[in-house]
């Protein structure tokens, strides 16, 4: 196998038609997790939480290593360990935990609040300082969520709010770690996403045969239902995620999450016939507004557009007068030279 090490990978400039089909691409990963859900009530075998997580990611990240022949080296193993832990391992408990205890609605709810807890932590981690456009459209998200999925009565479990919580914590922990380490320098994609895979699947595998015990048989169905879950699902789900994290400011590509509750509501609306009321359309309607205006900056357009301004003399002021950083291409933090 050939054993990699050295610095990560740069985030990507380019054209803006560039950067929105990252990161259409990159939403694809939360809209595909939407429907786990679904496939997990119709498809699988009932009250195998841990062993659908291990599923889902053990077997894709051994296929991976099998592949690419590539294992880490040095400081990359325990930071793959760790966020494969993050990303993976700890999310997936964390997240049935969550559903097996609380009501879906307030699940998915408490999951809304990451692009808020990815903007402190990049603020910490990466000094992305967040702006008041994006927390405000962070709020907006969680509101348009709960307004999607809070129907009925609802209850509160204490452990079920913790892990929920836990799980959003999880993931946003890993997502910044994600962006401020890069990927080693001639690591594929491809091979990143099967480290953490391997790394989350051997953290599940135990723990579903301790708390679950041996594996059921399985039918057609929940055969059909792990090869979705695993392939699209997790592997290349996972995929197109790791590159938005990498290549995009990494406080807009966490509001592409609340795509996730979105998409499992419309599936159920669609497929399950499960009603869609009125608040519920404007919740929808809602959090798709705050992912798509947590992907622009309006303060950075005004001061363009105050560039272009005439100068006294009644010329246009010269375009390299007014130096615009963005959040995306700000250089990177001086503790983060050495990954």
Same mark, same amino acid.
């Given at each position: 196998?050939?054993?990699?090490?050295?610095?990560?990978?740069?985030?990507?400039?380019?054209?803006?038609?560039?950067?929105?089909?990252?990161?259409?691409?990159?939403?694809?990963?939360?809209?595909?997790?939407?429907?786990?859900?679904?496939?997990?009530?119709?498809?699988?075998?009932?009250?195998?939480?841990?062993?659908?997580?291990?599923?889902?990611?053990?077997?894709?990240?051994?296929?991976?290593?099998?592949?690419?022949?590539?294992?880490?080296?040095?400081?990359?193993?325990?930071?793959?360990?760790?966020?494969?832990?993050?990303?993976?391992?700890?999310?997936?408990?964390?997240?049935?935990?969550?559903?097996?205890?609380?009501?879906?609605?307030?699940?998915?709810?408490?999951?809304?609040?990451?692009? =808020?807890? @990815? &903007?402190?932590?990049? #603020?910490?981690? /990466?000094?992305?300082?967040?702006?008041?456009?994006? %927390? $405000? !459209?962070? *709020?907006?998200?969680?509101?348009?969520?709960?307004?999607?999925?809070?129907?009925?009565?609802?209850?509160?479990?204490?452990?079920?709010?913790?892990?929920?919580?836990?799980?959003?914590?999880?993931?946003?922990?890993?997502?910044?770690?994600?962006?401020?380490?890069?990927?080693?320098?001639?690591?594929?994609?491809?091979?990143?996403?099967?480290?953490?895979?391997?790394?989350?699947?051997?953290?599940?595998?135990?723990?579903?045969?301790?708390?679950?015990?041996?594996?059921?048989?399985?039918?057609?169905?929940?055969?059909?239902?792990?090869?979705?879950?695993?392939?699209?699902?997790?592997?290349?789900?996972?995929?197109?995620?790791?590159?938005?994290?990498?290549? =995009?400011? @990494? &406080?807009?590509?966490? #509001?592409?999450? /609340?795509?996730?509750?979105?998409?499992?509501?419309? %599936? $159920? !609306?669609? *497929?399950?016939?499960?009603?869609?009321?009125?608040?519920?359309?404007?919740?929808?309607?809602?959090?798709?507004?705050?992912?798509?205006?947590?992907?622009?900056?309006?303060?950075?357009?005004?001061?363009?557009?105050?560039?272009?301004?005439?100068?006294?003399?009644?010329?246009?002021?010269?375009?390299?007068?007014?130096?615009?950083?963005?959040?995306?291409?700000?250089?990177?933090?001086?503790?983060?030279?050495?990954?």
């Amino acid at each position: 196998m050939t054993w990699i090490s050295a610095a990560g990978s740069s985030a990507a400039g380019g054209s803006p038609a560039r950067t929105w089909s990252l990161t259409g691409l990159a939403a694809l990963a939360p809209a595909t997790w939407g429907t786990t859900y679904l496939v997990t009530t119709e498809f699988l075998p009932p009250d195998r939480p841990i062993l659908s997580g291990a599923i889902r990611a053990l077997p894709a990240g051994l296929i991976v290593l099998a592949m690419t022949r590539t294992l880490p080296r040095g400081s990359w193993w325990w930071r793959a360990a760790l966020l494969g832990t993050l990303n993976i391992g700890a999310f997936f408990a964390l997240l049935f935990v969550a559903a097996y205890r609380l009501p879906g609605g307030v699940a998915a709810t408490l999951s809304a609040v990451q692009p =808020l807890l @990815v &903007a402190g932590l990049a #603020f910490g981690l /990466l000094g992305e300082r967040p702006t008041r456009w994006r %927390l $405000g !459209w962070g *709020v907006a998200g969680v509101v348009g969520v709960a307004m999607m999925v809070l129907q009925g009565e609802l209850g509160f479990d204490p452990i079920g709010l913790v892990a929920g919580l836990a799980g959003a914590g999880a993931m946003s922990a890993g997502v910044v770690l994600t962006k401020r380490w890069g990927r080693p320098e001639g690591v594929s994609l491809l091979t990143f996403t099967g480290w953490q895979l391997t790394a989350g699947g051997l953290l599940l595998a135990p723990l579903a045969l301790a708390f679950e015990g041996m594996p059921p048989p399985l039918d057609l169905s929940a055969v059909a239902g792990y090869l979705w879950l695993g392939g699209v699902g997790t592997l290349l789900a996972y995929m197109l995620w790791f590159q938005g994290v990498a290549r =995009l400011p @990494v &406080a807009a590509v966490s #509001f592409l999450g /609340l795509l996730s509750p979105a998409v499992a509501t419309i %599936l $159920g !609306w669609l *497929v399950l016939n499960e009603t869609l009321t009125a608040v519920q359309t404007i919740g929808f309607v809602l959090a798709l507004l705050s992912i798509a205006a947590a992907q622009l900056s309006p303060p950075a357009f005004g001061k363009s557009n105050r560039s272009k301004s005439p100068s006294p003399s009644g010329e246009p002021a010269p375009q390299a007068a007014v130096v615009e950083e963005s959040e995306g291409s700000r250089p990177a933090p001086a503790a983060t030279a050495h990954r």
